[in-house]
């Protein structure tokens, strides 16, 4: 693709990124086929091509970003199947983060839509704050849910009629390993994922130690920044980045890490960007790439390790579960991992099948089943639809956003992969198959 930047743009070495990766686009049109907001609704401005053409124009004409420009922008899911398709390599989510960050900074977005971006950044990253929103929204759901349509209606519908006690696990501490020590790993606790489902770090930790691995949770990590990231608050962002980073860095210089690990997919494909993301601050760019390098999901890490010996089940568990395998996009899509989960999953003994059309998100993406929440409602219903083709028992992903919205929209039990794999070698059976 042909660019019209001038040599003052160049000089800033995020326009000089942006144009790098706009030069690769050759228009040929291939991400159309795998792009979720184009499959649904058929508009060229609603696929990554129309979306680079925007933000082409936006970027060299220097100018801030319009109504119109920001709508479709809002509407991509981030999923990056765009990326996996592309045979030119363009590295849309650089792209596409950065053309957000435009936006927030030149766009003034009508006053309800800056309210609730501004609430859903403030409370999500902030687990007491989130778990009380979300205790209030619950019990005034029965008075309010039929009052309320749209983004509202979608944010209270995200509160879970009963939410779990909040976990010990989570808190800074060490946890030994079961028998010889054969690696120290940091585990990521997150923050939605630690109110909305404690149990997934529970599972994580005691399937780690069982393998022999010391896990971590390092004092004074919280978000790691991918939430308000994808909402174009670059600053919020780097601070939680930062002290991710910080922390991390003290158990990495004083005991040593082999891993950081992740289990929520989303938040692995951001910390393994720190090094792009912060390659401009001198004081932070070194660290950030070297937290990017130790950064690992937790499938991703396990499939490196001997296989922990499987425990007979409980009577009536004995046959082999049908699991229905539903990959996040940012495991399949931003960290490229597509086998490992299936492996381990098949390894502790449950029937794995692939769901078709696997490639299109299920429309969770961070908050945009808030945000967007007809498109993200269609997309979920199109995800279902194409699981329940293949009668599963059980639907296992790696994401604790794509558990939430699947779950909205189906009986079948959608469990996380770290908990299936628990459960296989000896840990609780997951609640919800009880």
């Known amino acids: 693709m042909q660019t019209n930047f001038s040599l003052a743009q160049l000089a800033d070495p995020n326009i000089e990124e942006a144009e790098s990766i706009l030069r690769k686009c050759v228009h040929c049109g291939f991400c159309t086929a795998t792009c979720p907001t184009y499959v649904l609704l058929g508009d060229e401005l609603d696929s990554p091509r129309g979306r680079i053409y925007l933000i082409k124009g936006m970027l060299e004409e220097g100018v801030a970003a319009t109504a119109e420009v ?68 619950s019990l005034t759901k029965p008075l309010v849910k039929n009052f309320v349509s749209g983004r509202v209606k979608a944010l209270i519908d995200l509160a879970p009629k009963d939410l779990p006690a909040a976990s010990v696990v989570d808190q800074p501490q ?14 990521l606790s997150g923050c939605a994922q630690t109110v909305l489902a404690p149990s997934i770090n529970e599972a994580a930790i ?32 780097e601070q939680q980045m930062k002290a991710a980073i910080r922390g991390w860095m003290t158990e990495i210089e004083g005991e040593g890490l082999d891993a950081i690990i992740t289990n929520a997919s989303g938040c692995g494909t951001t ?60 495991i399949q899509h931003g960290q490229k991992i597509t ?19 696997g490639h299109l998100c299920c429309g969770s993406a961070g908050t945009y089943n808030i945000m967007q929440p007809e498109l993200a409602e269609k997309l979920r219903d199109r995800k279902v639809k194409n699981i329940e ?8 992903t790696g994401n604790i956003g794509c558990q939430c919205q699947i779950s909205s929209g189906t009986d079948i039990p959608v469990v996380h992969n770290v908990e299936l794999l628990d459960w296989a070698t000896g840990g609780p059976k997951p609640e919800v198959l009880e």
């Open 70 to 137: 920001t709508k479709h922008l809002d509407r991509c899911l981030s999923c990056l199947s765009c990326m996996t398709t592309c045979p030119s390599g363009v590295n849309y989510m650089h792209l596409v983060d950065h053309a957000r960050n435009h936006v927030e900074h030149s766009y003034k977005r009508p006053l309800f839509e800056r309210l609730l971006r501004n609430l859903l950044s403030y409370l999500i990253p902030r687990p007491f704050w989130f778990r009380g929103a979300l205790n209030i929204a």
């Open 174 to 187: 060490t946890f030994k390993a079961v028998g010889e020590r054969k690696g120290r790993v940091a585990l």
């Open 206 to 237: 005691r399937l780690l130690t069982k393998h022999g691995i010391e896990v971590v949770i390092a004092k004074g990590v919280g978000c790691c920044g991918s939430l308000v990231h994808h909402m174009g608050k670059e600053a919020m962002a």
């Open 271 to 330: 910390i393994k960007d720190y090094g792009f993301m912060l390659r401009n601050d001198p004081d932070w760019a070194e660290r950030a790439a070297k937290i990017s390098g130790l950064a690992k999901d937790i499938t991703e890490y396990l499939a490196e390790l001997e296989p922990v010996a499987l425990v007979d089940k409980e009577k009536g568990d004995e046959a082999a579960k049908i699991v229905a395998y539903h990959a996040p996009c940012s």
């Open 339 to 357: 086998r490992q989960p299936k492996e381990l999953l098949t390894g502790a003994g449950f029937v794995v099948r692939d769901v078709p059309e």
């Open 389 to 396: 083709t293949l009668t599963p028992d059980i639907i296992a």
